[in-house]
Each structure stands twice: as structure tokens, then as C-alpha cells.
T-cell receptor
């Protein structure tokens, strides 16, 4: 596609359920990033992939959070046993090569998660 | 741990004013610094990237400066327009073990009224 695509755009779930958020990066982009934006908290780094590997998983808030990327393309962020504090907008971004060098970072519009 | 602070948190100005948004960061060992714009309900759009060896970057009515040693950056917007209304985010790319990690400030909410 022309841009970074995220799905679902909105997800309402009950506390304790598992959710999967999907990110489809721009074709050919090797780097993929996940961020979380909570009300009043700003943007929080979650995880970064270069190809299929994640050199930095330090931002995942707990072991309920996991992410994978297969085929160097689509990534899935999974939250198990969701809690109310997981409610946020989850943003994905991709870049061709190293985003920290080019600054050419493209963001999707996010997946808004609401945990009741 | 890198922390990024933006001042002011919100700013409301009449159209045509020149304005300055401020950003400071605690760890000067950054790779690059980047300014983004976010419109309500949308993702982020990159405005300017300043490499750590540079002092400033310009794009149209926007000028961003970087003083890495003092941990400060400013975004200058000339002749503001209502279409500039958005949240402006400053972010630093980590160096060393934080390679690939972008740390954001809380943002400045800008409103430009006609």
C-alpha cells in the first residue's frame, strides 16, 4: 500500500481478553517501530524491528506484551490478559533502512484500544 | 534514562505571529533529533531531522536548531497560519545501547486563530 496500515483502527475489549494489533509497513521498509500513546502520557517506545529481529525489546511494559514480525513485513503486537491501563492508541511506524539516519519515518494512524 | 521535555505544553496565538517551541533532553549522547507534527486522530508527520553534528535545519517557514551540548532544541515557526494548528512533538534518537530508539517529549499543542 501507499502508507503504513494498521488494524483494527478501533478495538474495544473486556479486561482479561487477549488482543492482536496488526501493522502492515510500507513495502520494502526494513525497520518497524511500535509506540503507545496514552492520554496524558505522551508517546512511549515499545519495540523496534530491523528485518525480523528485535534488537531492542526494552520498552515492552510487561510480559503480557509480545511482538513478532515475519517475512520482514507484517508485524503483530499481542497483549495478553488485557488490563484497563493498556487502553491507549498503539502507533506503528516504518522506515527504509535506518530511521535514525534518514529521519524518514512513516507512521500509521494507530489502533485505539479500549479495555473495559 | 533519556527524558525529553517540551515547553510550553500549549500555545494559542493569532495568525501571523512568529513563535518558538522549546525542547530539552537530559542525555546529550543522542544520534539525531527530530520534530514531528500530529493532527487530531492522526499519525505523526516528520517535519525536520537535525543530525547531531548539525546546528540547524530549515524547511519553508520552519527552522529548527540544536545545541547538543546543552541538551536543547527549538522549533521556530514564522508567520503562523491556522493550518499550523496541531501538536508538535520533539523526539531524540538514542545513541549507543539505545540505538534505534526514539524518545518523545509530551508535545506542544499549538492553536493559531484567524
Amino acid at each position: 500500500g501507499a502508507g503504513v496500515s494498521q488494524s483494527p483502527s478501533n478495538k474495544v475489549t473486556e479486561k482479561g481478553k487477549d488482543v492482536e494489533l496488526r501493522c502492515d509497513p510500507i513495502s520494502g521498509h526494513t525497520a518497524l517501530y511500535w509506540y503507545r500513546q496514552s492520554l496524558g502520557q505522551g508517546l512511549e517506545f515499545l519495540i523496534y524491528f530491523q528485518g525480523n529481529s528485535a534488537p531492542d525489546k526494552s520498552g515492552l511494559p510487561s510480559d503480557r506484551f509480545s511482538a513478532e514480525r515475519t517475512g520482514g513485513s507484517v508485524s503483530t503486537l499481542t497483549i495478553q490478559r488485557t488490563q484497563q491501563e493498556d487502553s491507549a492508541v498503539y502507533l506503528c511506524a516504518s522506515s527504509l533502512g535506518a530511521g535514525h539516519i534518514t529521519g524518514e519515518l512513516f507512521f500509521g494512524e494507530g489502533s485505539r484500544l479500549t479495555v473495559l | 534514562k533519556q527524558e525529553v521535555t517540551q515547553i510550553p505544553a500549549a500555545l494559542s496565538v493569532p495568525e501571523g505571529e512568529n513563535l518558538v517551541l522549546n525542547c530539552s533532553f537530559t542525555d546529550s549522547a543522542i544520534y539525531n533529533l527530530q520534530w514531528f507534527r500530529q493532527d487530531p486522530g492522526k499519525g505523526l508527520t516528520s517535519l525536520l531531522l537535525i543530525q547531531s553534528s548539525q546546528r540547524e535545519q530549515t524547511s519553508g517557514r520552519l527552522n529548527a536548531s540544536l545545541d547538543k551540548s546543552s541538551g536543547r532544541s527549538t522549533l521556530y515557526i514564522a508567520a503562523s497560519q491556522p493550518g499550523d494548528s496541531a501538536t508538535y512533538l520533539c523526539a531524540v534518537w538514542g545513541g549507543g545501547t539505545s540505538y534505534g530508539k526514539l524518545t518523545f517529549g509530551q508535545g506542544t499543542i499549538l492553536t493559531v486563530h484567524p
